[in-house]
Structure formats: C-alpha cells, structure tokens
C-alpha cells in the first residue's frame, strides 16, 4: 500500500542542480561531537581525512540532531522524520513496517544500493528494504571479536554480541577490527563499481552507498596501532556547578541527581571512571573512522571517478565527557546534540563554504533525494539543505528554519534523563521538560555558549520563554508531534546509585514559599 501511496505519484524530474546524477557516499559515525575535528582546533586529536573534506567541502557548523540516542537518530536519518513520527524512541524496539526509507526512492529511481555497518533498530541485522546489497551485524556489535588481542580493554556494553556479519543473509564470522573490516567490506562493493564507471559506466547506473559504522561508540577501543596514542596528550576536565557553582545558575534537579548515576560522572557505567583516560580512548577510536574515510573517498580520487560522487559525512548524535556533570548523550545540551556534518560535490557545492543555517538529521533523506533528483515524499519532516551550501557569497539567502525542535522520551531501562522537547534557535535555546518536578532551561547562546546561566526564572527573560514556548507546542503541533510514544518494556534496566556517591539535589530557592499565600 505503501508503495500505491508514494511511487505512483513520484515523479523522477531532471535535477536543477547544473549534474548528472551523482554516485552518494554517505558515511555515519557513533557518538561523533561536533567538535573531535582536527580542523576544529582539537588540541591534539589528528583527523587528516575528514579535515580534507571540510576544505574541499561544505561544513555545517550548527549541524544537530533531533533525538540524540543512536537508534532514534538512525531513523530520523534513513525516514526524514522526527522520533515522534517515525516511533523509534529507545535502542529496543525495530523501525515500523509502514515507514518508507529514502533508499527505497533511490532504488525506484534506478540507483544500486547498499549498506555496510551497524543498523541498530531493533535486536536484528536481517537484510531492510531498500537495500540490494547487505552487511550488518546485531545491536551493538563489537570492535573485536575475540577475548584477547586488542590493548584496551573494555567493559560490559548492553546489546553487544559476537554473532559475526549477515552478510546477503549468509552468516560470516568477524575476523578483525570492526572499522577496518566494515572498510574493507564496503570497498568489496565499491571497487567494482569504480572500475566501470571509469571504463564507460554500467548502463550508466548511479549507486548509493551507506557506511554506518560502529566507532566510535562507548565503550571505546581503539586498534592496537592507535592505543595510547594520546596518553600523554593535554586534558583539562570540564567545569561544573560542583567545582565552580557560582558560575552555573538554576541547574535542574534531575541533572544534579544524574551525576551519581550511570550516565553521571561520579558512578558512570557503575565503575570508577578515569574521564581523561575515556576521553582519549574515544579520540583514538576516531582515528580508524578517519582512515576509513580516508581510504573510500582514496579508492574513488585514485580512478578519477571521485567528483561525480555527493559524500556526505556526519555522526548520529553527540557525547558528553563530564560536562554539566553527566556523561553519554540523551539530553537538549549542545555536546549531545550537536555533531559533525561534511559534504563534498564538486562543481555544486562550492568548497570552502560553512553553511551556518540550523541543519540536522532529519534533512538527510530528502536532500539526498533532490541531488538524485527525486521529489521528496510530503510525509518527511526535513527539507533539502543543498541550496545553503550552493549559493554565491553574495546571493540571495534561501527560506530556511530559524529554530529547530529537539525531543528525547524518557526510557525504563535509563530512568535518569526525563522526556523533554527544546527549540534550538541562532541565539536562544528554550528547554521544556516533562513529568518531572523541576525546572525548565533557557540559555543565551550567544553570551553562555557553554550553558550555564539557566534565565528561565530571570524576569527580563520572561516574554522570551512565553514565546519560546508557544513556538514549541506550536511547531509539534503542526508536525503531529503533541502525543507522546509508548512502547513495550524491553532490555534491563539501569536505575542504581553509587552507595557513596551524592545525594538527592534540593529544589532551587525560589520554589519554597510560606504557607497561606496564594500562589501568584
């Protein structure tokens, strides 16, 4: 049905983009924060490869996410929807029947498919529609498939196995470390395909090719090459309202309480976390992504067949290492929500540019579609970027999105982190959060980039969060988003708190009032 309703009606049109329809490589990476970029000005964190594509490419430097938590980014990503649509709102439950994945329009406009890495929704790596060819593995997988050889040593991760690849629906065991072989398996693919296109083209057939990889998602282990690369590198520790509470104001109750929990620095995945050691196991972790990169966008600029190819890099979600206390991701702050995004398309998008305008992952699909010219479905909640990365310096500034909403839903298995929805806009971010007894969060990005100085209870702010607030519940209004998703219990459930660890955070001051007023 799903097909009556959506691919008789799409039209295949020729694209206004000046090409022929481009070869897209998309590469998603775990836990990629925006600002683990060498080119960033990382204070020792080398990432050549991808440093390349920001100076041959476009950099969307205010690139987010909608939901930051692996398996509802992924879903955003492949439906162009947001969480509340598409109903993957934790790591358990699979993507439903009825949804339309953007590959399954690029197969219906003739393009040859493939994905290569982690699918993470829903406990399977079945083969998915859209897709002629096919290697995954299970949940999270793992970096290494055997009890000894790597280095670093790793702890307990919820929904890591060791079931090996389906590749084509054949079983075929892991052999090595899971970037290098995701790598090699996608370059099997690739080769071919470079070869004749160089040699004439096959039928002149486009292909897309997705690279979903595991790195560098906690808990982190880099290859033998890369470990301890880092260990003598600078680390200064992010400040919190504990080291330094005069420069914080307002902090949520529930953030307070995270700090002693599993996603909190005190009692983080229940051990006694070394946070500089983490961090630089997570950077060298990087380093096989940005090899990986290095070695497909190679493979094609070694044939010349490289520019006649969109290569769109981004990762599925921030990580928080300490900062405002909390560990992993989930939450509305920048390090969560914030990530990475690259395109490369040489002779569309001009190199060079940064496209400073609110991206996210939700526009993934359909700007996708629109380089290989398709329509995009009306059903998507995103919208095609590509206009922002081609325009002159000096022309004209396409109608674009001045906010953009944010959502995570509260999960049995991770009690901590409340359901909340937030407005991230050029300035101001307004966070809203819900069954909870507590307060709500704005922040001037511009003057408190590092959000601290919460002004939801400062008066001179008060139109601003009135506003804010009815821009929300607006826009969730108009994109059917003012219900909210219930699934089934599944997985364990990780609610402890360290025996030694902090106590339960009071109310901030200006909750308490004496009895008999009347509550104005």
């Given at each position: ?199 004439g083209g096959v039928d002149g057939k486009p292909w897309f090719l997705y690279v979903s990889h595991k790195a560098a998602h906690a808990d982190f282990l880099p290859p033998n ?296």
């Amino acid at each position: 049905m799903k097909f009556l309703l959506f691919f008789v009606g799409l039209t295949v049109f020729t694209a206004e983009l000046g090409a022929a329809r481009p070869n897209i490589l998309l590469i998603l990476t775990d836990d990629h924060r925006w600002d683990a970029l060498g080119a960033k000005g990382h204070p020792f964190l080398k990432t050549p490869n991808l440093d390349r594509l920001l100076e041959e490419g476009v950099d969307f430097t205010n690139a987010f996410v909608t939901t930051s938590l692996c398996s509802p980014s992924r879903a955003s990503i492949i439906t162009g929807r947001y969480a509340h649509n598409h109903g993957v709102v934790d790591n358990y439950h699979p993507v439903r029947e009825d949804l339309v994945f953007f590959p399954e329009l690029l197969q219906k406009a003739g393009y040859e498919t493939a994905f290569v890495g982690k699918w993470h929704m829903g406990d399977t790596d079945e083969k998915q529609r859209g897709f002629d060819h096919w290697v995954s593995f299970r949940g999270q997988g793992v970096y290494w498939p055997f009890d000894d050889g790597l280095k670093v040593k790793g702890r307990y991760v919820p929904q890591a196995n060791r079931t090996g690849f389906n590749v084509n629906g054949a079983r075929v065991a892991q052999k090595g470390y899971i970037t290098d072989e995701l790598t090699d398996y996608a370059l099997q693919w690739l080769q071919p395909r470079i070869d004749a296109e160089r040699e004439g083209g096959v039928d002149g057939k486009p292909w897309f090719l997705y690279v979903s990889h595991k790195a560098a998602h906690a808990d982190f282990l880099p290859p033998n090459r890369h470990a301890f690369s880092y260990e003598k590198a600078p680390f200064r520790p992010p400040v919190t309202w504990v080291e330094k509470p005069e420069a914080f104001r307002d902090v949520p109750r529930w953030v307070k309480n995270q700090r002693n929990s599993r996603h909190g620095v005190e009692f983080a995945y229940y051990m006694n976390l070394d946070l500089e050691k983490y961090y630089k196991r997570y950077c060298e972790t990087l380093l096989a992504v940005d090899e990986s990169v290095g070695k497909l966008v190679n493979a094609m600029d070694d044939k010349g067949v490289l520019d006649n190819t969109l290569v769109l890099y981004l990762g599925d979600n921030g990580f928080l290492f300490g900062e405002h206390g909390l560990i992993d991701k989930r939450c509305a702050y920048e390090e969560s929500m914030r990530i990475p995004m690259i395109a490369r398309w040489p002779g569309v998008l001009r190199a060079g540019t940064k496209v400073p305008e609110l991206v996210a992952n939700i526009d993934v699909a359909p700007t996708l579609l629109a380089a290989a010219g398709i329509a995009s479905p009306k059903f998507m909640d995103g919208s095609n970027f590509l206009p922002l990365a081609r325009r002159e310096p000096s022309g004209e500034k396409p109608s674009w999105r001045r906010e953009l909403l944010y959502e995570y839903y509260w999960e049995r298995n991770y009690p901590q982190t409340p359901t909340m929805h937030a407005l991230r806009g050029e300035r101001f971010k307004y966070i809203r959060y819900h069954g909870v007894w507590d307060v709500d969060e704005l922040f001037d990005l511009k003057n408190d980039p590092r959000e601290q100085k919460n002004l939801i209870n400062d008066p001179a702010y008060t139109v601003e969060v009135e506003e804010m607030n009815k821009r929300l519940f607006a826009h969730l209004a108009a994109t059917a988003g003012m219900s909210i998703p219930l699934l089934e219990d599944r997985g364990r459930q990780f609610h402890h708190r360290r025996i030694d660890g902090g106590k339960g955070a009071p109310f901030p001051s200006w909750f308490y009032r004496p009895a008999g007023t009347d509550g104005k």
